[in-house]
């Protein structure tokens, strides 16, 4: 049976954390003994850890990460290199924060061994049109540097094959801010046999978003010269 590892970066999620992984655990069922939900849980000033210490009870293969960086991406990198390491098949990936839908999990996992990758396009956002905006932003200055067109880059709702996950992550350095990107950035660029695939995207659950307009901002700016340097590369 295949190796399924689900990974959640997770950051001041108290008001969502155990609902999040209730909701997302029994999608394990039905896949290897060896599958995993993973969540990354390092710099949280709240009660995420403390409850996911207390889920691991009653979720023997509920694993967490407490020696990543503080940020998004880096903890994003360091799910991946643990999926990657601990031999899964597929890693599927999702935010903590309860802004996607476990159902709509079935039908990526229906297609798996069709595609490389198969990846959220969030059509409608709950998060509101500035963050909606943003996005169609990346998307632009990604056809521009790399030529591809992406409705959605960033979708915290992915499933990959592991195989072809190891072959783009290590282009990039460990502490990089937008990984996801870069990913279906690379996916699109090489011709990995990828889909993409509309999915809801509800409103914060609960708790503050730790990423506001302000801080997306710097990141973006930084993002354009690291953008340069990738392309570089792939040449």
């Not at 969502?16 to 060896?34: C, F, H, M, Q, R």
């Not at 969030?122 to 067109?149: P, Q, T």
Request: proline fraction near 5%; hydrophobic fraction near 35%.
């Amino acid at each position: 049976m295949e190796i399924l590892y689900i990974v959640m970066p997770a950051y001041n999620e108290e008001e969502n954390i155990s609902n999040v992984v209730k909701s997302w655990y029994p999608l394990l069922d039905g896949k290897s003994e060896n599958s995993r939900l993973v969540v990354a849980d390092s710099g949280s000033t709240d009660r995420t850890h403390a409850i996911l210490m207390n889920l691991k009870k009653d979720y023997p293969k509920l694993e967490v990460l407490t020696n990543t960086e503080k940020q998004h991406g880096p903890k994003l990198i360091a799910l991946y290199d643990y999926a990657i390491k601990h031999k899964a098949d597929y890693l599927f990936q999702t935010d903590s924060d309860g802004q996607t839908n476990p159902e709509e999990f079935n039908s990526f996992w229906e297609q798996r061994k069709e595609y490389m990758g198969i990846f959220g396009h969030r059509i409608k956002r709950g998060d509101g049109n500035m963050r909606a905006f943003v996005e169609k932003v990346v998307c632009f200055i990604l056809k521009i540097y790399f030529g591809v067109n992406l409705p959605d880059a960033n979708a915290p709702f992915r499933l990959m094959n592991v195989h072809t996950l190891e072959k783009y992550l290590y282009k990039l350095p460990e502490n990089y801010n937008l990984p996801n990107i870069m990913i279906t950035t690379y996916y699109s660029y090489y011709h990995e046999k990828m889909k993409f695939c509309p999915i809801s995207f509800k409103p914060r659950q609960g708790g503050k978003n730790s990423i506001n307009i302000s801080k997306i901002v710097k990141i973006g700016w930084k993002a354009v010269g690291d953008f340069k340097k990738l392309k570089k590369e792939m040449k």
